[in-house]
Structures are given as C-alpha cells and as structure tokens.
C-alpha cells in the first residue's frame, strides 16, 4: 500500500485541492508499474508516486489532467492492440504498445474534485439556517463571524471569526453568500472578490446593495468586480421571515450547480505541458520538452520514448517514416 501517496491524497482533498488518483488495476509482465502501484497527480500537472516507466507515464499524466477537466474516470489500456476485448465506450481509453518490453498495464484514474461549498459571512437566524440546510445537502459549510463568537451559532465548530478567508479552499465550487445585514456588508464583500469563488451573494433589499455597490465603486473597485456579486441574493420568495431568506439563497445555490456554473471544471486543470510527439515505433505519446530520445532523419525530428525504440528505428528508418 502507498501510505505515503494516500496520505497526500487525504490532505489535498481536505485542502479543497482537485487532484487525480491513479491505480494500477492490471499488469503483465515484464513491466516496472505493480499491481496496485498509485500515484497523485495534481491540476498543475505534479506527479507523486509511481506508476510505470517512460511508455506509461506520460499517457497517465494526460489523462489524469484530462479527467480534472471533464470530472470522468476512466480505465487506461496500456499494451498490444488485441491486448483486452474491452467496449471502448464504457470509459476506456486504449494506447497501444509497441515496446520490446512486451509488458502491460491498465490503470484506473480517477478525479477527486472538491464538492460544492458555501461559506456564510454573519450571525443572524438567516446565517444559522442557511448553514443547516446546507450541511444536510451534503454541502461543506463555514460560517464567518468577524469579531463574533462561536457559542452564539448552533454549530460553533463550523465558525471563524476573522475576516480572512484565506486557507477555506475558496475556489470554483464555492459560494460566498454576505448575510452581515449592513454590519461590514462592504468588507465582507471586499473579502469575497478577493477570491475564486463561483458565486458571491449579497442578502440585502435592493436599496442597500445599491449603496454598498456605489460605496465600493468610490473606493476603487471596477465595474467588472461588481458584476461579480449577485444582489439580492436569492430566488425571489416575496415576503418571507428571516431564517426563510435561507431558503430562498440555497435554493438560487443548488440552481446553479444544477448549470454547471458551481463546479471545479476544465479550469482545474489547465497546464501546459508542451508539444507531444508520437514514437513511430511503438505508437506512444512522447513529451517532447525533456525527451531524452530524439533523432533528426532527412530534416525531419523524430521522439522516441525509449531507447529500444530509437534503435530499431536507427536499424530501419523507412519502415517507420510516413510515405
């Protein structure tokens, strides 16, 4: 077992960090990657733990980036074209292998996104509700008291109070919703925009959030920042009490994850990794920035992934170049 990769595992999830999990489900020998060998690989492209050598790893790596993006899992085939009869269209993905190694792999990779997340900056009925309904969705909740205290809130482990939002794993998946019913409505919203946040609500009548717009706009704050926040936050009730209000704004949050517009996406997983190249030997994706295997033939550059195939393609350059 990779004690240590799952460990990592454990933490970039309580980060709020999207990440792929990588597992070696199959293999045939020879092959350096073992059955069950794992392996982390983060958004911005970082691989922690083994999997296989030169042939796999640039593949998974792909893949796995590819996953953070469309939220999908899929099963990597890694070996001969008759290597498995296994339905294409049920999430795997086939790469052929041509190496002299003769081995194969098939690796499940897996995406671990962070889940929908509301934090609530205030303390009023509204604020208690909401975080309630919240957490019996499943939805990760903070509540943000400034200068408050946690005994006054029913859940008191869920509260900060401080205005920092630092290190809550604000990201695409989160909602900020100010509930500070003109307390600091204008640091609380300051505070939200300094985020990634994919929603920022203010729970104020329409007159107040127009004020407060135009108290931020005589300090700086451009048109597109405000554009951000949604004000008043909510579908629109009518009349309702004040813990209803809370009905309404989880209401309008669940709409908008519905969409899409509340989720880590294809944004989580946006590094370059540099021109590819395809080994004319073995058929494999090869990273062209750092090949170690690389031949120029008749003013043409060509990749290999491994040494192997670089010297059968030294032993017979036209069996392999395109005609």
């Known amino acids: 077992m990779d004690v240590d990769v799952l460990a990592l595992a454990v933490d970039l999830a309580r980060q709020r960090q999207p990440f792929a999990l990588a597992t070696v489900v199959r293999r045939r020998g020879p092959s350096s990657g073992q059955l069950g060998s794992k392996a982390v690989i983060g958004a911005d492209g970082t691989v922690r733990g083994w999997l296989g050598g030169a042939c796999a790893s640039p593949m998974v790596l792909r893949e796995a980036l590819a996953a953070i993006g469309d939220a999908r899992p899929r099963l990597l085939v890694l070996g001969r074209t008759d290597e498995r009869d296994i339905d294409v269209e049920d999430g795997t993905v086939r790469v052929p292998m041509a190496c002299e190694s003769d081995g194969a ?6 995406p671990i996104l962070p889940g929908p997340q509301v934090v609530v900056i205030g303390r009023s009925p509204a604020v208690s509700a909401l975080a309630g309904l919240a957490r019996a969705l499943g939805w990760e909740v903070v509540v943000v008291d400034d200068g408050g205290d946690p005994a006054d809130h029913p859940h008191p482990e869920l509260v900060r109070t401080t205005l920092d939002l630092t290190g809550l794993g604000i990201g695409s998946a989160t909602a900020i919703v100010v509930a500070t019913q003109g307390h600091y409505d204008d640091l609380a919203l300051v505070a939200a925009l300094g985020t990634d946040a994919g929603y920022i609500g203010l729970v ?27 004000a008043p936050a909510g579908l629109d ?13 989880l209401a309008e949050l669940v709409e908008w994850k519905a969409s899409g517009r509340l989720r880590v996406g294809s944004a989580a997983a946006a590094p370059v990794l540099g021109r590819e190249a395809v080994d004319p030997v ?17 003013g043409v550059d060509y990749w290999f992934c491994g040494a192997g195939c670089l010297a059968t393609f030294e032993r017979d350059p036209e069996a392999y170049v395109p005609r």
């Open 204 to 230: 104020a009548a329409a007159k107040r959030a127009s004020a407060t717009f135009e108290l931020l706009a005589g300090r700086g704050l451009a048109t597109e920042q405000l554009a951000r926040v949604v």
């Open 105 to 110: 792999l098939e690796v499940y990779v897996e």
């Open 237 to 249: 009730l009518g009349h309702v009490e004040n813990a209803e209000i809370a009905v309404a704004v």
């Open 282 to 298: 073995c058929g494999m994706t090869v990273l062209v920035e750092g090949a170690r295997y690389h031949l120029a033939h008749e």
